[in-house]
């Protein structure tokens, strides 16, 4: 009897560019800043990017703009996004209810939990050179401080297909 082996690998061939943004502001706020700083337009999508995280449901706002001249598509999307978690505990009485609320903080990439926002760039040819970006929105006064980061090194890739 033969015996097949499929093999399952992670199958990420889009090449793309990731740039981390530290910045303190809202994402609204970083998207008008880049708009307004750097060469792009990008807009707000209609449907934010949504997890289940241990029965929360989690939502990250994106923001997109798709250079048709050059046919590079950049997304902006925040790194942390803070849900309540509320419980009820009753004692059995009719006023002994005991109700908490905490706030959870949850990650888009657990491995880069200091990072505030992603800007990630897909190009339909070959991966974007970022240094005249990454250079125009670190002139951002807002902007604590903005880098490239190797793709290659993140384990949750999973989470950065937006389509």
């Known amino acids: 009897m033969a015996i097949h082996k499929l093999v399952l690998e992670d199958d990420f061939s889009n090449e793309f560019s990731l740039i ?3 910045c303190s502001e809202e994402a609204y706020k970083m998207a008008y800043m880049l708009n307004k700083h750097v060469p792009l ?5 209609p449907l934010d990017i949504d997890f289940s995280n241990n029965g929360l449901v989690v939502t990250f706002p994106i923001f997109e703009y798709e250079d048709v001249m ?22 059995g009485g009719l006023f002994d209810e005991i109700s908490s609320e905490k706030t959870v903080t949850t990650f888009l990439l657990n491995e880069f939990k200091k990072v505030d926002f992603f800007l990630k760039i897909h190009s339909d040819y070959e991966k974007v050179p970022t240094r ?12 604590i401080s903005a880098y490239s980061i190797d793709t290659d090194k993140i384990k949750s890739k999973h989470n950065l297909i937006f389509n």
Not at 41 to 45: A, E, S, T
Request: glycine share 0%.
């Open 20 to 22: 981390a943004i530290h």
């Open 41 to 45: 337009q990008l807009v707000r999508k």
């Open 70 to 91: 050059t046919y590079n598509s950049y997304n902006l999307v925040s790194n942390k996004s803070k849900s309540f978690s509320a419980k009820v505990h009753s004692s």
């Open 132 to 143: 005249n970006l990454i250079s125009a929105i670190n002139k951002i006064e807002q902007v």
